[in-house]
């Protein structure tokens, strides 16, 4: 647990090769458990144990689309505390749902079309069974300060202290909100840009429908930040940002691979999304010469059952069937992905 946080910051130079300022990407790959949600998974049980709201033999109960949850999980593990993560039935939670019983966490699926709100209905009605401590990451102080305490620190320190726009998706809201928070106190000129899914905006007034943006977009305004000094539904008055910009699904899919294929960074697709709304930046006059900073969020490793691997997925289920040839006799080399356009 001691190793989360701390993660490198790298500039691309082939995403946006016309772009005179730079573009730095904070890769929270690199935590122990794969995503920027270790450093609030950490965070939250820590802070409930000092405070005495987490005692010894109480369950953790968490609703998440899975990167928080593989972070509480891990850290459970680590601290000899039961888990219960609550999810939607969908099969992009595949592979969350595998990391988190690895670890030894127990999942409830609940019905995917009832959504955030059939996750929150089940984590409340866990939370108030005797033993039970709910992490709260859409409502706990403790996500966006940990953001507050280093994320922003990190960033502010590895960019030189020069960081003119902050790009990341909102999910809960709070690596925006603690991050930008910390920015704007050294430099209240910096941009804090709030990234969420075309399909989705509800932060600018419209409504939620499905999207496959995994990670941010969840239909709800988040408790953590608000507008123009004027409070969103239910915000708890962070003030930081400036900007809600946007992708859609299929722009977020798109810059995940070309991050991959141009930078050697495989990236999820929030990510994806949240280097599209870089590039929209840099196209801007004002953004010339400046340092854009990206949050990448997660690796895309995470995300084999989401449309993001679909092409390469059909082509190595032909590539590799599950029942092979075994006949010594047949030619030495039976596939060359050459053959194919796929790419990831």
Same mark, same amino acid.
């Given at each position: 647990?001691?190793?989360?946080? +701390?993660?490198?910051?790298?500039?691309?130079?082939?995403?946006?090769?016309?772009?005179?300022?730079?573009?730095?990407?904070?890769?929270?790959?690199?935590?122990?458990?794969?995503?920027?949600?270790?450093?609030?998974?950490?965070?939250?049980?820590?802070?409930?144990?000092?405070?005495?709201?987490?005692?010894?033999?109480? %369950?953790?109960?968490?609703? %998440?689309?899975?990167?928080?949850?593989?972070?509480?999980?891990?850290?459970?593990?680590?601290?000899?505390?039961?888990?219960?993560?609550?999810?939607?039935?969908?099969?992009?939670? %595949?592979?969350?749902?595998?990391?988190?019983?690895?670890?030894?966490?127990?999942?409830?699926?609940?019905?995917?079309?009832?959504?955030?709100?059939?996750?929150?209905?089940?984590?409340?009605?866990?939370?108030? /069974?005797?033993?039970?401590?709910?992490?709260?990451?859409?409502?706990?102080?403790?996500?966006?300060?940990?953001?507050?305490?280093?994320?922003?620190?990190?960033?502010?320190?590895?960019?030189?202290?020069?960081?003119?726009?902050?790009?990341?998706? #909102?999910?809960?809201?709070?690596?925006?909100?603690?991050?930008?928070?910390?920015?704007?106190?050294?430099?209240?000129?910096?941009?804090?840009?709030? *990234?969420?899914?075309?399909?989705?905006? #509800?932060?600018?007034?419209?409504?939620?429908?499905? +999207?496959?943006? #995994?990670?941010?977009?969840?239909?709800?305004?988040?408790?953590?930040?608000?507008?123009?000094?004027?409070?969103?539904?239910?915000?708890?008055?962070?003030?930081?940002?400036?900007?809600?910009?946007?992708?859609?699904?299929?722009?977020?899919?798109?810059?995940?691979?070309? @991050?991959?294929?141009?930078?050697?960074?495989?990236?999820?697709?929030?990510?994806?999304?949240?280097?599209? #709304?870089?590039?929209?930046?840099? @196209?801007?006059? /004002?953004?010339?010469?400046? %340092?854009?900073?990206?949050?990448?969020?997660?690796?895309?490793?995470?995300?084999?059952? +989401?449309?993001?691997?679909?092409?390469?997925?059909?082509?190595? @289920?032909?590539?590799?069937?599950?029942?092979?040839?075994?006949?010594?006799?047949? /030619?030495?080399? *039976?596939?060359?992905?050459?053959?194919?356009?796929?790419?990831?």
């Amino acid at each position: 647990m001691d190793t989360i946080g +701390h993660t490198p910051l790298v500039q691309v130079s082939k995403l946006l090769p016309s772009f005179s300022g730079r573009v730095l990407c904070k890769m929270e790959t690199q935590n122990p458990g794969g995503s920027v949600k270790d450093r609030i998974a950490i965070n939250i049980l820590r802070k409930a144990i000092e405070r005495g709201d987490l005692k010894p033999g109480m %369950t953790v109960v968490e609703g %998440t689309s899975g990167n928080t949850g593989i972070g509480l999980a891990m850290c459970c593990a680590a601290l000899g505390y039961k888990l219960i993560l609550i999810m939607p039935q969908v099969p992009p939670m %595949t592979e969350r749902f595998m990391i988190a019983r690895a670890f030894g966490a127990t999942v409830h699926l609940t019905a995917a079309g009832k959504g955030f709100a059939g996750i929150k209905e089940h984590y409340d009605d866990l939370c108030k /069974e005797e033993g039970m401590f709910g992490a709260g990451q859409f409502t706990s102080k403790d996500n966006p300060d940990a953001h507050y305490a280093t994320t922003g620190p990190e960033i502010y320190e590895q960019a030189g202290g020069k960081v003119d726009y902050f790009v990341h998706g #909102v999910g809960t809201g709070g690596c925006v909100a603690g991050t930008g928070k910390f920015l704007k106190e050294k430099n209240p000129a910096v941009k804090i840009i709030a *990234v969420e899914p075309t399909e989705s905006r #509800v932060h600018v007034g419209e409504g939620p429908s499905p +999207h496959s943006i #995994v990670g941010i977009g969840a239909g709800v305004i988040t408790n953590f930040f608000e507008m123009d000094g004027v409070a969103l539904q239910g915000a708890g008055g962070a003030g930081v940002v400036d900007e809600f910009l946007h992708a859609s699904s299929v722009e977020a899919v798109d810059w995940a691979r070309k @991050a991959c294929c141009l930078e050697g960074m495989m990236v999820g697709p929030s990510a994806g999304a949240a280097l599209k #709304v870089a590039a929209d930046l840099a @196209a801007r006059d /004002e953004a010339a010469g400046k %340092t854009i900073v990206v949050l990448v969020a997660s690796h895309a490793i995470r995300y084999t059952s +989401h449309p993001l691997w679909a092409d390469v997925k059909a082509e190595a @289920a032909k590539a590799l069937p599950a029942a092979p040839d075994l006949s010594p006799d047949r /030619e030495t080399l *039976v596939y060359n992905s050459m053959m194919t356009e796929v790419s990831f």
